[in-house]
């Protein structure tokens, strides 16, 4: 992991997680932006099952579709923060970036869990 990988990632451990010029709204965008493609949160689950970086090769192979489209979703994933990548050689290795989509998708989560359903919401009522 480079410097600068460290330095984001401590920064989103410790809930400084935004570019100041864009703030938190625009990072959510980018992240369910990013999550809202079934391949996309397919190559999460990929990289975090596998605990570890893959190469882009082998995160292709896991596709029935053009290496185009799988670049094309590796860059939206980075570009959201969600994952990293690492050049090595001919290669770029990834990895899955899970405090961002914590500090990211987890704060707006949490927002849902600590207020809970509205008064007189039928869900409130049911189970």
Sequence with gaps: MSR??????AQEQSGAI????????????????????????TILT???SRGDSLNSGEIARHFDTTWQTISRHLRVLEEAGLIGHEKRGRDHSYTVRTARLQAVAGTWLRGFVEV????????????
């Design 46 to 48: 990929i990289l975090h």
């Design 18 to 41: 935004t570019d100041p010029a864009t703030g938190m709204a625009d990072a959510r965008e980018k992240v369910f932006g990013a999550l809202a493609n079934e391949s996309r949160r």
């Design 116 to 127: 809970g359903p509205p008064a007189g919401d039928a869900r409130a009522s049911s189970g």
């Design 4 to 9: 600068v990988d460290r330095r984001e990632v």
